[in-house]
């Protein structure tokens, strides 16, 4: 490395760190390192960080960083080599672009400035005449007319770019980044942030298409989101010939995303009538279930079929697996008795001295009870203890009221550590967060608030119609959540 690529470099960290406050990278790194800036999508930003954290432990990459945020639409990490943020964004759902960043600015003098100041001759066989390419400009916030974006690529001409342009299938392309902040109302002239670079990569955004709802052949009332199913098997750090549970399958579709990173997936439900495909269709205007409809048909679909080891009927309180560290990782979104009711086989009756007579064993249909979230949640995170090899994973939703949730009162275990805690606001109310978990050495029972558990009870509080609009909006604005009162929730909930 020349000096003059390490004296850029060095003042390029140092106008990143001006505005942010972050931490620098020691001058250690700096010969044998690069700055790569992840362009995200403005979704689910909460599960950003928890995402790349998981994928740098399962690829093995040390995660640096640089820039830090959930809520602007980029991250920034110095890394070894662009092998390192090829692994990253080979996987990452999260980031749409990965690019070698060559400059940044805060204003459009700023930005032309470092820019033209870049070492181009170390990069010159990007820019190459042997390489077609292209610059793809995006904006945060603002919308630009294609004119706008002529005008951004023409303000670049001092590139010694030496190829042709080839705006279909490029051999390098190129990206120009503004943020223009969050204010939608009030944009500023110029945008606060500009960044370029030569993009090494796209992330795997495709496979929510891919794995789209709307196109799948078998679905219920409360099949997963493909986009949320795959950054849950990206945080599970599931890979080729992990083996993945869901213990509350439903219609498979956490399996599905598993299954398409390599996983090697199986399940159970105690609802058999969803396990065959035999409820009633969740689709508007289908009033019969299609002949070919099944958990099987939808790994067909998707060509994953060699990644399904199969479904069974059973009860999760009474795990039917054995009991011995045999998973990689255990995936699951449990009922919450909103939508899906929550049941374990169970009697509330006395057959201490009845026996069921043989003659009807083999079609019998046990008796159900209720099972509560605070029942569920202490055998998930006992099973997950006692199934998962050491480095495993569990990660599940839990459902909670916004207003009276505590981190330290998330379900625990001596044998799991909490790896993350992400949130995903449903309403003014409630939430859920998405909880990851690591199994390490230890040993004893999970332990589990039963307040925390409460959900199903105060979900159906009739706030509503009890607080004007304008004030629920002024509460929700200062406080994030509705703020209720002790003497407002007994008030509401005797109505």
Request: aromatic share 10%; net charge neutral; glycine share 6%.
């Amino acid at each position: 490395f020349t000096s003059t690529r390490v004296f850029y470099r060095k003042n390029l960290i140092l106008n990143l760190h001006l505005d942010q406050n972050r931490f620098s990278i020691p001058d250690s790194r700096i010969p044998s390192s690069m700055l790569f800036l992840f362009w995200c999508a403005n979704e689910h930003q909460q599960f950003r960080l928890a995402e790349f954290e998981s994928l740098a432990s399962l690829l093995n990459v040390p995660l640096v960083w640089v820039f830090k945020s959930s809520e602007h639409p980029w991250v920034i990490l110095d890394m070894a080599s662009e092998e390192e943020a090829l692994k990253i964004i080979s996987r990452s759902v999260s980031a749409k672009y990965c690019l070698h960043l060559w400059a940044e600015g805060n204003s459009y003098q700023e930005f032309h400035t470092n820019l033209k100041a870049y070492p181009f001759n170390e990069q010159a066989k990007w820019l190459s005449e042997d390489l077609s390419f292209k610059v793809h400009v995006e904006s945060f916030n603002r919308k630009t007319s294609v004119e706008e974006r002529l005008e951004k690529i023409e303000s670049l001409s001092y590139i010694p770019l030496q190829g042709p342009v080839n705006l279909k299938s490029p051999q390098v392309v190129f990206s120009y980044f503004e943020f223009h902040g969050f204010d939608h109302n009030n944009l500023p002239e110029e945008p606060l942030k500009i960044m370029f670079g030569r993009q090494v990569g796209e992330g795997q955004r495709e496979k929510i298409t891919k794995l789209s709802i709307k196109k799948r052949k078998f679905i219920g009332n409360t099949t997963m989101d493909p986009q949320l199913s795959l950054l849950m098997a990206n945080l599970c750090k599931v890979e080729a010939g992990s083996v993945v549970l869901d213990p509350f399958v439903g219609t498979g579709s956490l399996l599905i995303a598993a299954a398409e990173f390599g996983g090697l997936v199986l399940g159970g439900d105690i609802d058999y009538l969803t396990l065959h495909a035999r409820t009633r269709p969740s689709r508007v205007g289908q009033k019969v279930r299609a002949e070919d409809e099944s958990m099987l048909a939808n790994f067909e679909q998707y060509g994953l079929t060699s990644q399904y080891l199969g479904v069974i009927a059973g009860d999760a309180s009474q795990s039917p697996w054995r009991e011995q560290a045999w998973l990689d990782c255990v995936i699951t979104d449990p009922p919450y008795g909103i939508r899906e009711c929550t049941t374990r086989v169970g009697t509330s009756k006395d057959y201490s001295n009845q026996a069921i007579p043989e003659e009807y064993l083999d079609k019998h249909i046990p008796e159900k009870v209720a099972y509560t979230l605070y029942q569920l949640l202490t055998d998930l995170l006992n099973f997950s203890a006692k199934s998962l090899r050491v480095g495993g994973r569990l990660v599940y939703w839990l459902p909670v009221i916004r207003q009276t949730y505590q981190p330290d009162r998330v379900p625990s275990h001596p044998a799991l550590r909490l790896v993350a805690d992400c949130e995903q606001v449903l309403s003014s109310h409630t939430s859920r967060r998405l909880l990851v978990m690591e199994r390490v050495e230890g040993e004893g029972e999970a332990v589990v608030s039963k307040e925390l558990t409460l959900f199903q009870e105060q979900f159906f509080l009739p706030t509503a119609g009890n607080i004007p609009r304008k004030e629920r909006k002024e509460r929700i604005k200062e406080h994030g959540h509705l703020n209720l009162s002790e003497e407002e929730i007994k008030q509401f909930t005797k109505k």
